[in-house]
């Protein structure tokens, strides 16, 4: 994987990680309920729902923040999330989508917002943050798509003591068998 790929991947992922932080269990179990019947599947596979997760809307948003953090799937679930509202911006700036500009992206956001909710432009402004010059200025200027300071523990790669520490733990459950 090339450098600024890799680099990109872990911006986009933490600025995602960020936004989840702020979008309500109310919110979030409304995206995944309104995703059409094409896009419910890999969502569900990709943040590992059980059978029937949909049908429980009292629990869909904790399975769903559990499973994106668990499978490691957290750009995947806000790819999915923004879906329809990023395919409604592709269909009406037919070939300005391929890099909108920031006053492209203004006039259709009032009502991207009242057809999929805030937080869906919001995951699709992520997604694009990084690599589209419209995306990049309204991450930074529209108060609305600000990514927020995340407070997400980023994990460290383990030391040599605490690698040496499972080694010595594998070791002695081995002896025991």
């Known amino acids: 994987m090339p450098l600024n790929l890799a680099r990109d991947q872990i911006i986009v992922e933490r600025r995602y990680l960020a936004v ?18 094409s896009l419910r599947d890999p969502f569900a596979r990709a943040v590992g729902l059980r059978r029937g997760a949909y049908d429980d809307s009292a629990t869909l948003a904790d399975s769903i923040r559990k499973g994106m953090v668990a499978r490691k799937s957290v750009i995947d679930a806000g790819v999915l999330l923004s879906e329809p509202c990023t395919g409604y911006f592709v ?41 589209l010059g419209g995306f990049k200025r309204l991450v930074n200027e529209d ?32 002896q025991k068998r």
């Open 91 to 131: 269909d009406t700036l037919g070939e300005a989508s391929d890099d909108p500009s920031f006053d492209d992206l203004q006039s259709l956001i009032p009502t991207a917002i009242e057809k999929f909710g805030l937080d869906a432009v919001r995951l699709m402004a992520v997604q694009y943050s990084v690599a």
């Open 20 to 37: 989840f932080a702020t979008v309500s269990d109310e919110s979030l179990t409304a995206l995944a309920v309104a995703l059409p019947d």
């Open 143 to 174: 108060e609305r798509f600000k990514i927020p300071a995340s407070n997400t523990a980023v994990p460290s790669r383990p030391t040599a003591i605490d690698q040496e520490a499972k080694r010595a733990a594998r070791r002695e459950r081995r």
